[in-house]
């Protein structure tokens, strides 16, 4: 599946590893289970760290453990549940992150926008039309009405600012 | 009236544009019907049993003239030339095509009206009081917060997708005409020394689970009215059941939770987030309120002499008796119109009576149409002194029956005859009752009774509220009707009890005609309406003479 960052396709450096499974050198990625047996430093290691964290979960666990993440992978396992919105706003807004936050699952164009509203900046893009059809799907609306951390200003802003 | 700016119509072009894509996408195989379906449900597109259904959105049910002669330009070409108005103060058009779809809401979107989020598992359009800033009982007008809400909950990027649909209602009233107590959740504006603020209920809802809001707090000052729906959508969002779509609505997770631990995490989130980017200052209510078009209303005197020489004439005086409310401002009424013929389906009006109405609103009603949720029309504004001519206008066309309120101003759900969903055929029974109480005379001598009729388990006809409730389930085949007693929907909301056994479509006239021969027998005096005498008597006297004897 294509990986969306910037607005273009790239290389995804981060490499799935199963629990059991020694960690690679590089950029590693592995489950939330892992994360929280092994803690602050999975098996000692100084190579890039990222999370799949699954959208039951608290990301309020997350929290003492973003330091050490450079990618926390939100899932979206149907296009209609949309928890990791939530989680995605809470890790941005509440918590802080500043890694890579990457939306993974049954990712289409049309949430695309919403899920950069949310605070996502990478896109797991299930279908490879999607993918290319990314920067139009980010610009298709111009007026947002509601504040989130994304820093888009909102309608009611704009006037505000208008009328001096 | 809100005005829109040119955000508001950008933002509905950019609307349209996204839309076009996807029924092309569709169209062509790019999206199938499952990724499909949650994007045209947020624009209001529904597949029904015999062509796709385009559900429109009028916020807080408040029309304009031109809008409204936009809905029956979309009626005449696009549908079969009439429209069918919702208990959520929405329109229905039920034939649309779908390659057509996106000229039909070009064509609204012209005049600021769309489909957005009247349908999907997102926040729906917020409604409130019919009577909104017409109303002699009303605090403050509830719209200027409506607005508010709806510009905060349109394609709100966390709350498009969640476990299921979501209804906020706002009453700022005494008496609650918005029926908060039965949605996601209500919101009562009230004062608390001299501040506005509203009482917050959550987990109310309708459906086959009905339950009544809790109040999860007394007073929410209005600065924090966003902060505190964001801390409950949240909560709602990340812990709300997604396992089984029967048990996903919030009223599922207060209950399961409790009223009392639900409201803790909620004001748990709400303390996060209350004094961010949500919080309403002055500037943002002037905002909003700068464009509302208010009404210039004339100085008139209260019932000036043609209107009370007019009511020497009893069909007039009749309408008048029901149709005609009190206004805040002097020499003014609010004029209900009913969309409840005898022997028709309720709350369905054509593209040529739409634009008589329109007409009419602009010459009698400051150009100003509301939807009730009680499936009819209201001119919130209009002199006393037209009101004579008014009603000869409105008769010729269709929609002064003398009914509002009684029994045969009837809600129904659109039942088998269109919705996928019914397992009965729900206006047919309500054509039924409206023949057999044809009589207006007799209707006026029953008096304040709801009739309420779903035609299948999800109440979208709110049989749980009406004084009667009629719901429609199959057994073997063939359609049967449970009735209940009791229900209301006001500031005393409570669940009507099933008063016995379902009955064929054939026995429901009968029975509702015995329930009523049983009010009237047992009622202390015609000053005591039906749902009075169920509260002093209780369901029994009528259990026992609702059923023939076999």
């Known amino acids: 599946m294509p990986l969306v960052k910037s607005g273009a396709v790239t290389a995804d450096p981060f490499v799935p590893t199963a629990d059991d499974a020694p960690l690679p050198q590089g950029p590693a990625l592995i489950s939330a289970d892992r994360l929280l047996r092994e803690g602050e430093a999975p098996a000692g290691r100084n190579g890039a760290l990222g999370v799949v964290w699954p959208n039951a979960r608290d990301v309020a666990e997350l929290a003492p453990l973003l330091s050490r993440l450079s990618l926390i992978a939100l899932v979206f396992p149907k296009f209609r549940d949309g928890r990791a919105f939530s989680q995605a706003r809470l890790l941005r807004e509440r918590y802080g992150f500043t890694g890579e936050l990457r939306a993974t699952g049954n990712v289409l164009r049309d949430q695309v926008l919403m899920m950069a509203r949310a605070g996502f900046d990478a896109f797991e893009v299930e279908k490879p039309a999607d993918a290319e059809a990314f920067a139009a799907a980010l610009g298709s609306y111009s007026v947002f009405y509601q504040p989130t951390g994304d820093g888009r200003p909102t309608a009611a802003a704009i006037r505000r600012a208008a009328r001096g | 009236m809100y005005v829109y700016d040119e955000f508001d119509r950008t933002f509905l072009k950019e609307r349209v544009a996204e839309f076009r894509d996807q029924v092309a996408r569709r169209l062509s195989g790019a999206l199938n019907e499952e990724e499909f379906k949650p994007l045209r449900l947020m624009n209001g597109v529904y597949l029904q049993l015999h ?65 957005i989020q009247t349908s999907g598992n997102c926040i729906r359009n917020t409604t409130t009081d019919a009577w909104a800033g017409a109303a002699p009982d009303e605090i403050e007008d509830p ?25 906020i209602a706002i009453t700022a009233a005494t008496h609650d005409r918005a029926a908060i107590r039965v949605h996601d959740v209500g919101l009562r504006l009230h004062k608390r020394d001299g501040a506005i603020g509203f009482e917050v209920l959550v987990g109310g809802g309708l459906g086959r689970t009905p339950y009544i809001g809790k109040t999860i707090r007394e007073f929410l000052p209005k600065e924090d009215l966003l902060s505190y729906l964001e801390a409950i959508l949240r909560t709602y969002n990340l812990g709300g059941r997604r396992d089984n779509i029967y048990k996903a609505r919030i009223k599922i997770q207060v ?57 020497a004439d009893p069909a007039f005086a ?18 209900t119109l009913s969309l409840k013929p005898v022997g028709a389906p309720p709350g369905d009006c054509t593209a040529d009576q739409m634009d008589a109405i329109a007409d009419l609103a602009e010459r009698y009603g400051y150009g100003e149409i509301r939807v009730a949720h009680e499936q009819n029309l209201t001119f919130p504004h209009v002199r006393q002194k037209d009101l004579p001519a ?9 929609v002064a029956t003398p009914n509002v309120g009684l029994v045969t101003d009837i809600i129904a759900c659109p039942g088998l005859d269109y919705c996928s969903l019914a397992n009965t055929r729900s206006i047919p029974i309500a054509q039924r009752l409206s023949e057999r109480f044809a009589d207006h005379a007799k209707a006026a001598e029953i008096g304040r009774l709801h009739v309420n009729i779903s035609g299948c388990i999800n109440a979208c006809g709110h049989h749980h ?14 359609e049967f009707f449970q009735i209940t007693l009791g229900g209301k929907a006001n500031s005393k909301a409570r669940i009507g009890e099933l008063i016995g056994p379902a009955i064929p479509e054939s026995e429901i006239a009968d029975a509702v005609e015995r329930l009523i021969e049983t009010y009237l027998a047992l009622r202390t005096s015609p000053q005591e309406t039906f749902i009075a005498a169920v509260d002093r008597l209780g369901v029994e006297p009528f259990k026992e003479r609702a059923y023939a004897p076999r």
């Open chain 2, 143 to 167: 719209r200027l917060y409506a607005e508010i809400i709806r510009q905060w909950s349109t394609l709100h990027p966390e709350f498009t997708y969640l476990p299921r649909k979501f209804k």
């Open chain 2, 465 to 478: 509220v009406g004084h009667i409730g009629i719901l429609g389930v199959e057994k073997k085949d063939e």
């Open chain 2, 51 to 115: 062509a796709y259904m385009l559900r429109v959105c009028i916020p807080y049910g408040t029309l304009s003239a031109p809008q409204l002669r936009a809905l029956a330009r979309v009626a005449r070409r696009y549908d079969r030339g009439y429209g069918h108005f919702t208990t959520r103060q929405n329109i229905q058009f039920n034939w649309i095509k779908l390659a057509e779809l996106p000229d039909a809401m070009a064509e609204l979107a012209e005049v600021g009206i769309h489909g």
């Open chain 2, 255 to 311: 209950h399961e939770m409790g009223a009392e631990a639900f409201a803790e995490k909620v004001e748990a989130e709400w303390r996060a987030l209350k004094d961010g980017a949500l919080r309403l200052d002055d500037a943002a209510f002037a905002d909003i309120a700068s464009r509302f078009a208010v009404p210039d209303f004339e100085t008139l005197p209260d019932r000036p002499a043609g209107l009370t020489g007019a009511l």
């Open chain 2, 318 to 335: 009749r309408w008048h008796a029901n149709a005609v409310a009190p206004h805040k401002v002097p020499g003014h009424a609010i004029v």
């Open chain 2, 390 to 398: 008014l009603w000869k206008a409105l008769d010729a066309i269709g």
